[in-house]
């Protein structure tokens, strides 16, 4: 395959798995294509699955290039590639934050899915999730920089919290960004730190854990039994909630009760585990293949809207989506 064939697999891979992932119905809580929210439309973020095209192409071409060994890992620049698909994905439509988590995730994927091309001639699940762990290991402290100014550009309650702790600086302090540089605190550090109360940092510090380990092997197992795209999202969706407290709607919970982030997290998941106690007794009900578990599906994507957008599970949103591009990058066809 040739150089631009490989960023075009990778790009293309990524704007379809979000809009894969937006479109997968119903998923309880999110947005998807017979729901909206009241500040966000499932149109703003169609819009935005396709304007993080570019920025994640970049981040392949960075990678292709770094596995030729002609550049260092670290000048891939994940943190400023980061900002531009944020930035790309707000100015794209009016619906505010619709993309941080997947662009926090599918850049660095992307480059790592560059480099195993160019490593394996193909996209072996191991050597991706390694790779994904070497792009991580080898970010800088400007990565950091651009990531903490990637989440203010996204201006959403979704980012609060998401990063700061001992050692690494809060997001909103105004010394951040000397700080970081002066004690050479990398992207991977914030990650690192920020992992114990937020998944999709986590994710970032544990070469994608959950969704190589958890999400993946869901999608794979529904999607050879249904040969249904639908149903592969939406299961591989109540597969992580059911095993992986989503951070989001914890964090918010949390934080109306105390202002300490790392405490609202765990007062938000102890208040909150009766989501995912549903999600994993709709798939023992069979889900989507089911009549039963379908109509047990809507109930409960009913109940998580009436309590509003802070009972959104956003966080296991991005982890299926991130799930979708792996296995688009492996060559699923459906």
Known sequence: ?????????????????????????????????TRDHTDARYEHFLAGSVALGFSVGEAASKGLTAAGGRASLSEIGLGKLVKMAVSDACEAHKGGNTHLGVSLLFIPLAAAAAKTYVET?????ETLQENVKEVMLSTTPMDAVEVYEAIKIAGSRRALGRIGGKGVPDL??????????????????VMKESSHYDTIARELATGMEVSFEVGYRRFTETFELTGDINVATVHTFLGILSEVPDTFIAR???????DNVEEAVEIGIKETMWI???????LSEGGLTTKEGTTQLWRFDEKLHSLGNDYNPGTTADLTANVLMIALLRGLKF
């Open 1 to 33: 395959m040739r150089f631009r064939d490989i960023v075009e697999h990778v790009r293309s891979s990524a704007q379809l798995a979000a809009i894969l992932e937006v479109s997968g119905w119903p998923k309880p809580g999110n947005v998807h294509r």
């Open 276 to 282: 995912s106690e549903t999600a994993g007794r709709i």
């Open 121 to 125: 001639g193909g996209i072996p699940l």
């Open 252 to 258: 918010k919970v949390g934080l109306k009760k105390v």
């Open 172 to 189: 909103f302090d105004e010394q951040a960004r000397r700080t970081i540089l002066r004690d050479e605190i990398t992207l991977f550090d």
